[in-house]
Protein backbone atom coordinates (compact mmCIF):
# COMPACT_ATOMS: atom_id res chain seq x y z
CA UNK A 1 0.00 0.00 0.00
CA UNK A 2 1.52 3.29 -1.16
CA UNK A 3 2.08 6.03 1.62
CA UNK A 4 -0.33 8.32 -0.35
CA UNK A 5 -3.35 6.53 0.52
CA UNK A 6 -2.20 5.35 3.85
CA UNK A 7 -2.01 9.05 4.52
CA UNK A 8 -5.73 9.73 2.79
CA UNK A 9 -7.23 6.53 4.96
CA UNK A 10 -5.85 8.15 8.40
CA UNK A 11 -7.80 11.62 7.82
CA UNK A 12 -10.66 9.58 6.68
CA UNK A 13 -10.23 7.87 10.01
CA UNK A 14 -9.87 10.58 11.94
CA UNK A 15 -12.66 12.56 10.56
CA UNK A 16 -15.14 9.88 11.75
CA UNK A 17 -13.60 9.77 15.17
CA UNK A 18 -14.41 12.11 18.48
CA UNK A 19 -12.80 15.36 18.22
CA UNK A 20 -13.11 15.43 14.43
CA UNK A 21 -13.62 19.12 14.25
CA UNK A 22 -10.60 20.27 16.37
CA UNK A 23 -8.30 17.29 13.59
CA UNK A 24 -10.17 19.15 10.26
CA UNK A 25 -9.44 22.20 11.86
CA UNK A 26 -5.60 21.28 12.35
CA UNK A 27 -5.28 19.52 8.93
CA UNK A 28 -6.50 23.29 7.46
CA UNK A 29 -4.39 24.74 8.99
CA UNK A 30 -0.87 22.74 8.42
CA UNK A 31 -2.01 22.88 4.49
CA UNK A 32 -2.26 26.74 4.49
CA UNK A 33 1.02 26.73 6.76
CA UNK A 34 2.61 24.76 3.65
CA UNK A 35 0.90 26.62 1.28
CA UNK A 36 2.29 29.87 2.62
CA UNK A 37 6.05 27.97 2.48
CA UNK A 38 5.42 27.04 -0.64
CA UNK A 39 4.73 30.60 -2.08
CA UNK A 40 7.44 31.85 0.08
CA UNK A 41 9.78 29.62 -1.65
CA UNK A 42 8.74 30.24 -5.44
CA UNK A 43 8.96 34.03 -4.60
CA UNK A 44 12.75 33.57 -3.05
CA UNK A 45 13.29 31.29 -5.77
CA UNK A 46 11.88 33.78 -8.29
CA UNK A 47 13.85 36.86 -6.91
CA UNK A 48 16.65 34.70 -7.15
CA UNK A 49 17.16 34.00 -10.85
CA UNK A 50 15.84 37.45 -11.36
CA UNK A 51 19.22 38.62 -9.67
CA UNK A 52 21.27 35.92 -11.30
CA UNK A 53 19.80 37.15 -14.58
CA UNK A 54 20.60 41.21 -13.80
CA UNK A 55 23.92 40.41 -12.41
CA UNK A 56 24.87 38.34 -15.66
CA UNK A 57 23.28 41.34 -18.23
CA UNK A 58 24.35 44.13 -16.64
CA UNK A 59 27.36 43.81 -14.74
CA UNK A 60 29.02 41.28 -18.15
CA UNK A 61 32.12 43.53 -18.50
CA UNK A 62 33.33 43.16 -15.40
CA UNK A 63 32.31 39.23 -14.65
CA UNK A 64 34.44 39.01 -18.29
CA UNK A 65 37.50 41.28 -16.53
CA UNK A 66 37.59 38.81 -13.62
CA UNK A 67 36.75 35.49 -15.42
CA UNK A 68 40.30 35.95 -17.55
CA UNK A 69 41.95 37.17 -13.56
CA UNK A 70 41.31 33.83 -12.62
CA UNK A 71 42.15 32.06 -15.76
CA UNK A 72 45.68 33.79 -15.86
CA UNK A 73 46.31 33.11 -12.22
CA UNK A 74 45.19 29.37 -12.55
CA UNK A 75 46.75 29.19 -15.99
CA UNK A 76 50.26 30.99 -15.96
CA UNK A 77 51.64 28.60 -13.27
CA UNK A 78 49.57 25.51 -14.18
CA UNK A 79 50.46 25.34 -17.79
CA UNK A 80 54.28 26.13 -16.95
CA UNK A 81 53.75 22.58 -15.17
CA UNK A 82 52.53 20.86 -17.64
CA UNK A 83 54.91 22.35 -20.48
CA UNK A 84 58.06 21.78 -18.26
CA UNK A 85 56.80 18.19 -16.27
CA UNK A 86 54.12 16.55 -18.41
CA UNK A 87 55.20 17.35 -21.98
CA UNK A 88 58.63 19.48 -21.70
CA UNK A 89 58.98 22.42 -24.11
CA UNK A 90 62.69 23.47 -25.30
CA UNK A 91 62.59 26.51 -23.32
CA UNK A 92 60.06 27.60 -20.12
CA UNK A 93 60.31 30.82 -17.82
CA UNK A 94 59.52 30.24 -14.58
CA UNK A 95 60.10 34.23 -13.75
CA UNK A 96 58.01 35.32 -16.41
CA UNK A 97 54.96 33.31 -15.02
CA UNK A 98 55.73 35.09 -12.06
CA UNK A 99 54.81 38.43 -13.23
CA UNK A 100 52.06 37.04 -15.52
CA UNK A 101 50.24 35.89 -12.33
CA UNK A 102 51.29 39.48 -10.78
CA UNK A 103 49.74 40.86 -13.75
CA UNK A 104 46.63 39.48 -13.75
CA UNK A 105 45.70 39.57 -9.89
CA UNK A 106 44.31 42.96 -10.35
CA UNK A 107 41.74 41.72 -12.53
CA UNK A 108 40.28 39.77 -9.79
CA UNK A 109 39.03 43.56 -8.60
CA UNK A 110 37.45 44.30 -11.71
CA UNK A 111 33.88 43.34 -10.68
CA UNK A 112 33.86 46.67 -8.80
CA UNK A 113 36.50 48.90 -10.36
CA UNK A 114 36.82 47.97 -13.58
CA UNK A 115 35.34 51.44 -14.44
CA UNK A 116 37.96 53.25 -12.38
CA UNK A 117 40.33 55.53 -13.63
CA UNK A 118 43.49 53.66 -12.44
CA UNK A 119 41.74 50.35 -14.00
CA UNK A 120 41.47 52.07 -17.49
CA UNK A 121 45.18 52.68 -17.28
CA UNK A 122 46.53 48.97 -16.12
CA UNK A 123 44.00 46.83 -18.05
CA UNK A 124 46.15 47.74 -21.77
CA UNK A 125 49.50 47.39 -20.23
CA UNK A 126 48.70 43.85 -18.02
CA UNK A 127 47.03 42.76 -20.92
CA UNK A 128 50.33 44.25 -23.46
CA UNK A 129 52.21 41.49 -21.19
CA UNK A 130 50.07 38.45 -20.51
CA UNK A 131 48.77 37.81 -24.42
CA UNK A 132 50.66 39.73 -26.79
CA UNK A 133 54.31 39.83 -25.01
CA UNK A 134 54.20 37.06 -23.51
CA UNK A 135 53.09 34.28 -26.14
CA UNK A 136 54.92 35.75 -28.70
CA UNK A 137 58.48 35.94 -26.93
CA UNK A 138 57.61 31.81 -25.86
CA UNK A 139 56.34 31.28 -29.36
CA UNK A 140 59.52 32.39 -30.44
CA UNK A 141 61.80 30.80 -27.99
CA UNK A 142 60.45 27.52 -29.09
CA UNK A 143 60.73 27.89 -32.21
CA UNK A 144 57.38 28.00 -33.62
CA UNK A 145 56.24 24.89 -31.78
CA UNK A 146 52.68 23.64 -32.36
CA UNK A 147 52.05 23.59 -28.95
CA UNK A 148 53.12 27.48 -28.64
CA UNK A 149 51.58 28.46 -32.07
CA UNK A 150 48.34 27.07 -30.55
CA UNK A 151 48.95 28.48 -27.26
CA UNK A 152 49.68 32.18 -29.47
CA UNK A 153 46.32 31.74 -31.45
CA UNK A 154 44.41 31.21 -27.87
CA UNK A 155 45.85 34.38 -26.70
CA UNK A 156 45.38 36.88 -29.45
CA UNK A 157 41.54 35.32 -29.46
CA UNK A 158 41.07 36.55 -26.16
CA UNK A 159 42.87 39.47 -26.46
CA UNK A 160 40.84 40.84 -29.60
CA UNK A 161 38.20 40.29 -27.86
CA UNK A 162 37.80 42.97 -25.98
CA UNK A 163 37.04 46.81 -27.39
CA UNK A 164 39.28 49.61 -28.01
CA UNK A 165 42.20 51.08 -30.07
CA UNK A 166 44.23 50.19 -27.18
CA UNK A 167 43.92 46.77 -28.02
CA UNK A 168 45.50 46.75 -31.32
CA UNK A 169 48.52 48.83 -29.60
CA UNK A 170 48.63 46.54 -26.96
CA UNK A 171 49.03 44.03 -29.78
CA UNK A 172 51.54 46.14 -31.93
CA UNK A 173 53.61 46.89 -28.88
CA UNK A 174 53.53 43.39 -27.29
CA UNK A 175 54.83 42.15 -30.42
CA UNK A 176 57.34 44.50 -30.82
CA UNK A 177 58.29 44.49 -27.21
CA UNK A 178 58.23 40.51 -27.81
CA UNK A 179 60.80 40.15 -30.58
CA UNK A 180 63.11 42.63 -29.20
CA UNK A 181 63.32 40.72 -26.49
CA UNK A 182 64.20 37.46 -27.92
CA UNK A 183 66.64 39.01 -29.87
CA UNK A 184 68.49 40.55 -26.93
CA UNK A 185 67.92 36.92 -25.34
CA UNK A 186 69.72 34.84 -28.60
CA UNK A 187 71.34 37.73 -30.51
CA UNK A 188 69.24 36.38 -33.53
CA UNK A 189 69.11 39.46 -35.56
CA UNK A 190 67.17 39.19 -38.71
CA UNK A 191 63.70 37.72 -40.32
CA UNK A 192 62.73 34.79 -38.46
CA UNK A 193 62.81 31.33 -39.42
CA UNK A 194 60.50 29.69 -41.94
CA UNK A 195 59.38 27.41 -39.50
CA UNK A 196 58.37 30.04 -37.11
CA UNK A 197 56.53 32.72 -39.99
CA UNK A 198 54.22 29.75 -41.64
CA UNK A 199 51.57 30.77 -38.21
CA UNK A 200 51.75 34.33 -39.11
CA UNK A 201 48.97 33.94 -41.63
CA UNK A 202 46.91 31.50 -39.40
CA UNK A 203 47.41 34.56 -36.48
CA UNK A 204 46.40 37.51 -39.01
CA UNK A 205 43.50 35.71 -40.17
CA UNK A 206 42.44 34.60 -36.78
CA UNK A 207 42.26 38.60 -35.75
CA UNK A 208 40.52 39.54 -38.60
CA UNK A 209 37.40 37.11 -37.60
CA UNK A 210 37.18 38.16 -34.76
CA UNK A 211 37.09 41.50 -35.11
CA UNK A 212 34.52 40.86 -38.46
CA UNK A 213 32.31 38.98 -35.30
CA UNK A 214 33.37 42.00 -32.78
CA UNK A 215 31.41 44.64 -35.81
CA UNK A 216 28.73 42.03 -36.17
CA UNK A 217 28.04 42.33 -32.76
CA UNK A 218 28.03 45.86 -32.81
CA UNK A 219 25.78 45.83 -35.57
CA UNK A 220 23.37 43.59 -33.59
CA UNK A 221 23.28 46.11 -30.50
CA UNK A 222 22.38 49.00 -32.65
CA UNK A 223 19.65 47.64 -34.72
CA UNK A 224 18.56 46.23 -31.01
CA UNK A 225 18.56 50.01 -30.38
CA UNK A 226 16.94 50.76 -33.68
CA UNK A 227 14.02 48.29 -33.18
CA UNK A 228 13.43 49.97 -29.30
CA UNK A 229 13.55 53.23 -31.09
CA UNK A 230 10.60 52.19 -33.53
CA UNK A 231 8.56 50.95 -30.97
CA UNK A 232 8.88 53.85 -28.80
CA UNK A 233 8.48 56.58 -31.61
CA UNK A 234 4.89 54.07 -32.08
CA UNK A 235 3.88 54.34 -28.69
CA UNK A 236 4.62 58.24 -28.53
CA UNK A 237 2.72 58.52 -32.03
CA UNK A 238 -0.40 56.90 -30.03
CA UNK A 239 0.05 58.15 -26.78
CA UNK A 240 0.50 61.95 -27.75
CA UNK A 241 -2.92 61.92 -29.97
CA UNK A 242 -4.68 61.02 -26.91
CA UNK A 243 -2.26 63.74 -24.87
CA UNK A 244 -3.14 66.28 -26.79
CA UNK A 245 -7.31 65.87 -26.47
CA UNK A 246 -6.59 65.62 -22.72
CA UNK A 247 -4.77 68.78 -22.50
CA UNK A 248 -6.98 70.76 -24.57
CA UNK A 249 -9.79 69.75 -22.58
CA UNK A 250 -7.72 70.64 -19.70
CA UNK A 251 -7.39 74.14 -21.14
CA UNK A 252 -11.44 74.27 -21.92
CA UNK A 253 -12.03 73.77 -18.29
CA UNK A 254 -9.74 75.82 -16.62
CA UNK A 255 -11.18 78.43 -19.23
CA UNK A 256 -15.01 78.11 -17.70
CA UNK A 257 -15.07 76.06 -14.92
CA UNK A 258 -14.04 78.83 -13.13
CA UNK A 259 -16.72 81.41 -14.50
CA UNK A 260 -19.86 78.61 -13.86
CA UNK A 261 -17.98 78.10 -9.95
CA UNK A 262 -18.57 81.96 -9.65
CA UNK A 263 -22.25 82.10 -10.79
CA UNK A 264 -23.12 78.64 -8.73
CA UNK A 265 -21.75 80.66 -5.66
CA UNK A 266 -23.76 83.84 -6.29
CA UNK A 267 -26.94 81.36 -6.67
CA UNK A 268 -26.04 78.87 -4.47
CA UNK A 269 -28.85 79.58 -1.96
CA UNK A 270 -31.31 78.74 -4.79
CA UNK A 271 -29.88 75.37 -5.35
CA UNK A 272 -31.94 72.03 -4.04
CA UNK A 273 -30.50 70.45 -0.80
CA UNK A 274 -29.63 67.49 -2.49
CA UNK A 275 -27.39 69.10 -5.33
CA UNK A 276 -25.26 71.96 -3.35
CA UNK A 277 -21.50 71.46 -3.96
CA UNK A 278 -19.48 71.80 -1.01
CA UNK A 279 -16.74 75.10 -0.76
CA UNK A 280 -14.08 72.18 -0.33
CA UNK A 281 -15.14 70.10 -3.35
CA UNK A 282 -15.17 73.51 -5.57
CA UNK A 283 -11.52 74.28 -4.82
CA UNK A 284 -10.60 70.67 -5.62
CA UNK A 285 -11.91 70.89 -9.19
CA UNK A 286 -10.06 73.75 -9.94
CA UNK A 287 -7.28 71.99 -8.64
CA UNK A 288 -7.61 68.57 -10.27
CA UNK A 289 -7.80 70.55 -13.60
CA UNK A 290 -4.80 71.98 -12.93
CA UNK A 291 -3.43 68.18 -11.79
CA UNK A 292 -4.30 66.96 -15.27
CA UNK A 293 -2.53 69.64 -17.48
CA UNK A 294 0.94 68.50 -15.41
CA UNK A 295 0.39 65.29 -15.65
CA UNK A 296 -0.10 65.50 -19.96
CA UNK A 297 3.14 68.00 -19.76
CA UNK A 298 5.24 64.85 -17.30
CA UNK A 299 3.99 62.57 -19.70
CA UNK A 300 5.15 64.09 -22.72
CA UNK A 301 8.36 64.91 -21.08
CA UNK A 302 8.90 61.18 -20.57
CA UNK A 303 7.84 60.08 -23.59
CA UNK A 304 10.46 62.29 -25.23
CA UNK A 305 13.07 61.18 -22.57
CA UNK A 306 13.39 57.68 -23.79
CA UNK A 307 12.65 58.94 -27.69
CA UNK A 308 16.09 60.76 -27.45
CA UNK A 309 17.90 58.24 -24.93
CA UNK A 310 16.47 55.53 -27.56
CA UNK A 311 17.87 57.22 -30.91
CA UNK A 312 20.89 56.96 -32.41
CA UNK A 313 23.44 59.72 -31.77
CA UNK A 314 24.65 61.55 -34.91
CA UNK A 315 27.24 64.14 -34.52
CA UNK A 316 25.67 65.92 -37.57
CA UNK A 317 22.41 67.01 -36.39
CA UNK A 318 23.52 68.32 -33.11
CA UNK A 319 22.85 71.85 -33.16
CA UNK A 320 26.14 73.27 -31.28
CA UNK A 321 26.07 76.48 -29.99
CA UNK A 322 27.32 78.45 -26.85
CA UNK A 323 25.12 78.09 -23.91
CA UNK A 324 25.11 79.52 -20.18
CA UNK A 325 24.72 77.23 -17.97
CA UNK A 326 23.00 79.48 -15.26
CA UNK A 327 20.67 79.92 -17.64
CA UNK A 328 19.78 76.62 -18.99
CA UNK A 329 19.75 75.16 -15.35
CA UNK A 330 16.88 78.00 -14.46
CA UNK A 331 14.97 76.69 -18.17
CA UNK A 332 15.07 73.49 -17.36
CA UNK A 333 13.71 74.23 -13.77
CA UNK A 334 10.70 76.01 -14.91
CA UNK A 335 10.12 73.73 -17.53
CA UNK A 336 10.41 70.48 -15.41
CA UNK A 337 7.35 68.70 -14.52
CA UNK A 338 7.22 68.87 -11.02
CA UNK A 339 4.64 65.92 -9.59
CA UNK A 340 4.05 68.33 -6.31
CA UNK A 341 4.76 71.95 -5.35
CA UNK A 342 6.41 70.75 -2.30
CA UNK A 343 8.90 69.29 -4.48
CA UNK A 344 9.86 72.36 -6.05
CA UNK A 345 10.71 74.02 -2.92
CA UNK A 346 13.26 70.65 -2.82
CA UNK A 347 15.54 71.71 -5.11
CA UNK A 348 18.13 75.18 -4.79
CA UNK A 349 20.84 76.66 -6.43
CA UNK A 350 23.96 77.80 -6.24
CA UNK A 351 25.17 79.22 -10.05
CA UNK A 352 27.94 81.62 -9.33
CA UNK A 353 29.94 81.80 -10.89
CA UNK A 354 28.60 81.23 -14.23
CA UNK A 355 29.70 79.68 -17.26
CA UNK A 356 29.16 79.26 -20.99
CA UNK A 357 29.72 75.80 -23.06
CA UNK A 358 29.31 74.73 -26.14
CA UNK A 359 26.57 71.92 -26.63
CA UNK A 360 23.73 71.49 -28.18
CA UNK A 361 20.72 73.09 -25.48
CA UNK A 362 17.61 70.19 -25.93
CA UNK A 363 20.47 66.99 -25.21
CA UNK A 364 21.88 69.07 -22.52
CA UNK A 365 18.85 69.89 -21.26
CA UNK A 366 18.01 66.34 -21.34
CA UNK A 367 20.81 65.56 -19.52
CA UNK A 368 20.09 67.69 -16.56
CA UNK A 369 16.41 66.36 -16.52
CA UNK A 370 17.93 62.86 -16.29
CA UNK A 371 19.77 63.57 -13.54
CA UNK A 372 16.81 65.80 -11.89
CA UNK A 373 14.42 62.89 -12.42
CA UNK A 374 16.96 60.64 -10.30
CA UNK A 375 17.79 62.88 -7.45
CA UNK A 376 14.06 62.94 -6.89
CA UNK A 377 13.96 59.22 -7.09
CA UNK A 378 16.67 58.50 -4.20
CA UNK A 379 14.63 61.42 -1.95
CA UNK A 380 11.44 59.74 -2.25
CA UNK A 381 13.28 56.15 -1.54
CA UNK A 382 14.92 57.28 2.00
CA UNK A 383 11.82 59.64 2.40
CA UNK A 384 14.28 62.91 3.03
CA UNK A 385 16.49 64.87 1.50
CA UNK A 386 16.88 67.80 -0.09
CA UNK A 387 18.99 68.43 -4.33
CA UNK A 388 21.39 71.37 -4.75
CA UNK A 389 22.29 72.27 -8.45
CA UNK A 390 25.75 74.20 -8.14
CA UNK A 391 28.54 75.47 -10.52
CA UNK A 392 32.28 75.47 -9.77
CA UNK A 393 35.22 76.73 -11.78
CA UNK A 394 38.02 73.53 -10.85
CA UNK A 395 41.64 73.09 -11.71
CA UNK A 396 40.37 71.25 -14.89
CA UNK A 397 37.87 73.42 -15.90
CA UNK A 398 33.89 74.61 -15.00
CA UNK A 399 31.46 72.02 -13.98
CA UNK A 400 28.29 71.87 -13.13
CA UNK A 401 27.31 69.74 -10.05
CA UNK A 402 23.98 68.19 -9.10
CA UNK A 403 24.33 66.87 -5.58
CA UNK A 404 20.59 65.35 -3.53
CA UNK A 405 21.37 63.95 -0.20
CA UNK A 406 18.59 61.06 -0.83
CA UNK A 407 19.38 57.11 -0.76
CA UNK A 408 23.01 57.31 -2.07
CA UNK A 409 24.02 54.42 -3.99
CA UNK A 410 26.44 51.54 -2.33
CA UNK A 411 29.43 51.28 -3.32
CA UNK A 412 29.81 48.62 -5.08
CA UNK A 413 27.43 49.48 -7.88
CA UNK A 414 28.94 52.46 -8.56
CA UNK A 415 31.34 51.27 -11.43
CA UNK A 416 27.90 50.10 -13.43
CA UNK A 417 25.97 52.91 -13.15
CA UNK A 418 26.70 54.23 -16.35
CA UNK A 419 26.35 51.03 -18.39
CA UNK A 420 23.69 50.68 -20.52
CA UNK A 421 20.55 48.86 -19.54
CA UNK A 422 21.72 49.21 -15.89
CA UNK A 423 19.88 50.47 -13.48
CA UNK A 424 19.89 51.40 -9.62
CA UNK A 425 17.63 50.18 -7.79
CA UNK A 426 17.08 47.11 -10.30
CA UNK A 427 13.27 47.25 -10.33
CA UNK A 428 13.23 51.09 -10.92
CA UNK A 429 14.07 52.70 -14.73
CA UNK A 430 15.31 51.42 -17.93
CA UNK A 431 19.20 51.97 -17.30
CA UNK A 432 19.70 53.90 -20.51
CA UNK A 433 19.55 57.26 -18.74
CA UNK A 434 22.84 58.15 -17.59
CA UNK A 435 24.64 55.81 -20.32
CA UNK A 436 22.40 58.47 -22.36
CA UNK A 437 24.26 61.45 -20.16
CA UNK A 438 27.35 59.95 -20.55
CA UNK A 439 27.65 59.08 -24.53
CA UNK A 440 26.24 62.88 -24.90
CA UNK A 441 28.36 64.57 -22.99
CA UNK A 442 31.35 62.58 -24.44
CA UNK A 443 30.66 64.41 -27.84
CA UNK A 444 31.35 67.62 -26.40
CA UNK A 445 34.14 66.26 -25.03
CA UNK A 446 33.01 66.82 -21.34
CA UNK A 447 32.85 63.73 -18.99
CA UNK A 448 30.66 63.32 -15.95
CA UNK A 449 31.27 60.83 -12.99
CA UNK A 450 29.03 60.20 -9.66
CA UNK A 451 30.50 59.79 -6.27
CA UNK A 452 27.85 58.88 -3.42
CA UNK A 453 27.62 57.26 0.12
CA UNK A 454 25.01 55.17 0.63
CA UNK A 455 22.26 56.57 2.93
CA UNK A 456 23.89 59.89 2.87
CA UNK A 457 24.16 61.78 -0.80
CA UNK A 458 24.69 61.53 -4.18
CA UNK A 459 26.75 63.74 -6.24
CA UNK A 460 27.15 63.64 -10.54
CA UNK A 461 29.87 66.17 -11.90
CA UNK A 462 29.55 67.62 -15.27
CA UNK A 463 32.99 68.77 -16.32
CA UNK A 464 33.53 70.57 -19.15
CA UNK A 465 36.00 71.95 -21.43
CA UNK A 466 37.20 75.76 -21.36
CA UNK A 467 35.13 77.58 -23.90
CA UNK A 468 37.56 80.37 -25.04
CA UNK A 469 35.63 84.36 -25.12
Known sequence: MGILPKIAEKVSNDATEPHTGHRLTWIARRQNQLSHYRLKANMWLHATLQ?????????????????LGWVAVIGFPLYGWIWKYVYPQPYESPGLRVVGVLAAAPLLLARRHHEARWFTIYFPIAMTFMAPFFFVFMYLMNDGSAVWAQSL????????????K???ISFVCG????????????GQVGWPDTAIMV?????????VLVSFTKISRRIVQEEKLAGMATVLALVAHEMRT??????????????YVPPLIKVYRQFQDQVDADSVVPPSRLETTLSAIERIKHEVVYMNAILDLLLVNTTPKRDDIDTIGRIDIAQLVRDTLAAYPFERDEQKLLVS?????????????????????????????????????????????GVFGPCLIVRDTGSGIPSKYLPNIFNRFWSYPPTEGTGIGLAFCRETLARWDAEISCRSREGEY????????????
Not at 175 to 186: E, I, K, N, P
Not at 379 to 384: L, Y
Not at 458 to 469: D, G, N, R, Y
Request: charged content about 20%; overall charge positive; aromatic content about 10%.
Open 349 to 393: CSLEPSFTIEADGNLCRMVLVNLLKNALRAIARARKGSILIQTEI
Open 242 to 255: PLISVIASAKGLQR
Open 175 to 186: TTLAYLAFVLRT
Open 153 to 164: LIALVVLFHFDG
Open 51 to 67: RLSMRGSKDAEGARFYF
Open 199 to 207: NVPIVLFAI
Open 166 to 168: LIW
Open 458 to 469: TEFILQFKTVAP
